[in-house]
């Protein structure tokens, strides 16, 4: 309970960090909204791959903890820090001079003033990719030791200066989108020099990153965590780009359709934070008993915090359903938005009490056991044949209305739990190596 606790407050502070940000960012007008909306989609790309990278560095750490030897995870913790410095580093070199070609390639031809604003905005994120790379390995080795309160402060640090930041850059220099950037960028700038010097400081931690110099490549170590990381990376990012499929076709329905997604949006998200919370406790439990060869312990874990899942994704849910009538008297929407919206709300909230665990929780005790390439491909195949197919099936086969994405998304939820529970009953993730 101790590390799960922080984990779901952690999460409400990092979503809390996007409404801060759009909130503040709004009375700058329709092309800055639009603009940094823009380039967030984007960014939300870039962060799956450095939270795949270090959740195989966490899934490495915690298996050698298991094993107790700490000297070890030390040294693939070490290794973690070296490859997120350089693939985040090689990141900013590739997009930073191009960053105008590579909206014109993702976007297309948009409004010039939107475009203008975008890459102001996209101008300092990319300088900030480093950073926020090196603040999740940070924090993923902290919840490897147990210790999750560390990346809770630190995320309430990084909304605190977001937002003082925000309104200094914003609204007394005048800066507008480009002080909004800024903002985030220090806000990151700080929490990765803050983590990384708690992790090289540390007296008796099982985990510390001293002696980093010189450099000393390991290759057998990366090797196990590019086990883990790149399936992990492929898997995120496959996602995404169903996600951004499916967005299109919501915006074919009109702009009633469009808003009430985005309201249902509102309700996924934070019917999702106990969920993920958990699920990411899921890494340093489940890992640290596999590393110890002790799988009946993994499986016992495994089926408690499943259980507290339950508990929280029922309790924040229903809360969700109770408060619909009350939240939609904050959108100033049209009465057809707001049907849309209390629909797919009501259908993710509902469905997520059951469904959403198995789809998504457990896949992180397979990750941690060193199984990703299952989990990879079960979500592939869930999410382009299921959730994209049914939905685009539904909607032009059958006349199914912008409902039809919710649909679906029910249904890839019910594929994908079931192929990890038929995965991790099989016990063929017990067969799986990584160091």
Known sequence: MRLLWPLIIDQILIVLIGIIDTVMVAHLGDAAVGGVSLVDSINVLVVNVFSALTTGGAVVCSQYLGRRNPSQASASAKQLVYITILISGALVLLMFPGRLLVLKLIYGHIDPGIMKEAEIYF????????????????????????????????????????????????????????????????????????????????????INIRGMYPVRILPSIIKSILKVAVPNG??????????????????????????????????????????????QAMIPVVGQSVGAGDFE???????????????????FNTLNLLSMPLVFKLF??????????????????????????????????????????YTMIVSAIAMWVVRVGVAYLLAYAFGVGAVCVWISMVCEWLVRGGGYIARWKSGKWQEKRII
């Open 123 to 206: 101008f300092f994120t990319i300088l900030s990719y480093p950073f926020i790379a090196l603040y999740l390995a940070g924090a993923a080795l902290f919840r490897t030791m147990g210790n999750s309160r560390v990346g809770m402060w630190i995320s309430f640090l990084i909304n605190v200066l977001n937002a003082v930041g925000n309104a200094v850059f914003i609204y007394l220099c005048g800066w507008g989108v480009a002080g909004a950037a800024a903002a985030t960028l220090i806000s990151r700038f700080v929490a990765a020099l803050v983590i990384m010097y708690l992790l090289a400081n540390l007296k008796e931690a099982p």
């Open 297 to 315: 312990g993994a499986k016992r874990y495994t089926k408690k915090l499943m259980f507290y899942s339950y508990v929280a994704m029922i309790s």
């Open 234 to 279: 492929i898997e995120g990012a496959t996602f995404q780009v169903g996600k951004l499929a499916l967005a299109q076709l919501v915006s074919t329905f009109g702009a009633a359709a469009i808003a009430g997604n985005a309201v249902g949006n509102i309700f996924m998200t934070m019917g999702n934070l106990p969920g993920i919370a958990i699920a």
């Open 332 to 373: 100033a929407m049209s009465a057809e938005s707001l049907a849309y919206g209390r629909l797919f709300g009501t259908i993710f909230c509902t469905a997520a009490m059951v469904f959403w665990i198995p789809a998504y929780g457990l896949p992180f005790a397979l990750r941690a056991a060193g199984d990703a390439k």
